[in-house]
């Protein structure tokens, strides 16, 4: 069974950069598409940004466009998402996911489109 394990959450003030990693291990096929989601409290999970991993193709919320960055690295089989400019509303639990099958513009984002998901790492930034 393929487990991810996320990491690199904390608590930054506002303006400030987090890294953080979410590590895959005992898939037994390479998944196609992985994501990243968050879910603030009191609110539904979004989709944050995702990778098509075959093509390099990227995708992002509105929301995080210019400020973060999703990335692949397949020899460590570990995705990223590199966050700057954080803001108080980026504040929430994030998590990774993987889907085996290709994603594309208007699916990669479908919380039900993802078959593994990671136990997530806390985000919290202050004013």
């Known amino acids: 069974q393929g487990q991810l394990v996320e990491s690199g959450g904390g608590s930054v003030q506002a303006g400030g950069s987090l890294k953080l990693s979410c590590a895959a291990s005992?898939?037994?096929?390479?998944?196609?598409?992985l994501g990243w989601f968050r879910q603030a409290p009191g609110k539904e999970r979004e989709g944050v940004a995702g990778?098509?991993?075959?093509?390099?193709?990227?995708y992002y919320a509105d929301s995080v466009k210019g400020r973060f960055t999703i990335s692949l690295d397949n020899a460590k089989r570990t995705l990223y998402l590199q966050m700057n400019s954080l803001k108080p509303e980026d504040t929430a639990m994030y998590y990774c996911?993987?889907?085996?099958?290709?994603?594309?513009?208007?699916?990669?984002?479908?919380?039900?489109?993802?078959?593994?998901w990671g136990q997530g790492t806390q985000v919290t930034v202050s004013s």
């Open positions: 005992g898939f037994t096929y390479s998944p196609n598409c």
């Open positions: 990778i098509r991993t075959r093509q390099g193709y990227t």
């Open positions: 996911a993987a889907r085996r099958y290709d994603c594309a513009s208007y699916s990669w984002f479908g919380v039900y489109n993802y078959d593994y």
